[in-house]
């Protein structure tokens, strides 16, 4: 199917296990975003990637770490998890090569993640 | 990427129009101004986006000032399902260099019925 789709959608895990939330888009497009949103708040940029193998912090990255060996994948891995780390992620992405500026990002459906 | 500030909250009547502003005045000529909104716990949605011009979609309309340092989003007939969390941003175009985009905390929109 076409898209960006997030996996899983609902994680429950405990404080210092490793998680790995998934990220994979369909169009090939350069850039891809995550962002967390915790309880009542807006979003705030973790990481992005604007090609395979090119990657740069957010606003809060501390905790994370990202990969994109595939233009299509941008898994994001929590190595030890804290229970601040509890919130829901929302991946995005974009062409990035858009001439008129309508560098239009497109979300996932999200990951709520739990760490008990 | 420049600053935006928005209200908190605004509230507004099923079928009215709804005219969300938004302060960007630090905005440099190069970056374009975005509308985006969440509804309840769904991905955030893109509205429309402007440079200098007022623009208009099936979705929404978008008001920039002349001086830029603001916009207002207007939806001329506001319906239940547009309660939503509403975010405002303003950056850079694809031949600058950089996507890094922040969203700030948005207009969150009661329509009532």
């Known amino acids: 199917d076409a898209g960006i789709t997030q996996s899983p959608r609902y994680k429950i895990t405990e404080t210092g296990r490793q998680v790995t939330l998934m990220c994979h888009q369909t169009?090939?497009?350069?850039?891809m975003f995550w962002y967390r949103q915790d309880l009542g708040h807006g979003l705030r940029l973790i990481y992005y990637s604007a090609a395979a193998d090119i990657t740069d912090k957010g606003e809060v990255p501390d905790g994370y770490v990202v990969s994109r060996s595939k233009t299509e994948n941008f898994p994001l891995t929590l190595e030890s998890a804290t229970r601040s780390q509890t919130s829901v992620y929302f991946c995005?992405?974009?062409?990035?090569?858009?001439?008129?500026?309508?560098?239009?990002?497109?979300f996932g459906a999200g990951s709520r993640l739990t760490v008990l | 990427d420049a600053k935006t500030t928005q209200p908190p909250s605004m509230d507004c009547a099923e079928g009215r129009a709804a005219n969300l502003p938004c302060n960007h005045s630090?905005?440099?000529?190069?970056?374009?101004v975005y509308w985006y909104r969440q509804i309840h716990s769904q991905g955030p949605q893109y509205i429309i986006h402007?440079?200098?011009n007022n623009e208009t979609n099936e979705m929404a309309s978008l008001i920039i000032t002349e001086d830029r340092k603001s916009s207002t989003l207007i939806l001329p007939h506001a319906t239940l399902r547009d309660t939503a969390v509403y975010y405002c941003i303003v950056r850079v175009g694809p031949h600058t260099g950089g996507f890094k985009t922040i969203f700030g905390a948005g207009t969150r929109l009661f329509v009532k019925a």
């Open positions: 995005a992405s974009t062409p990035g090569t858009v001439a008129t500026g309508a560098n239009v990002l497109t």
């Open positions: 402007g440079l200098k």
């Open positions: 630090t905005i440099s000529g190069n970056e374009y």
């Open positions: 169009w090939s497009h350069s850039y």
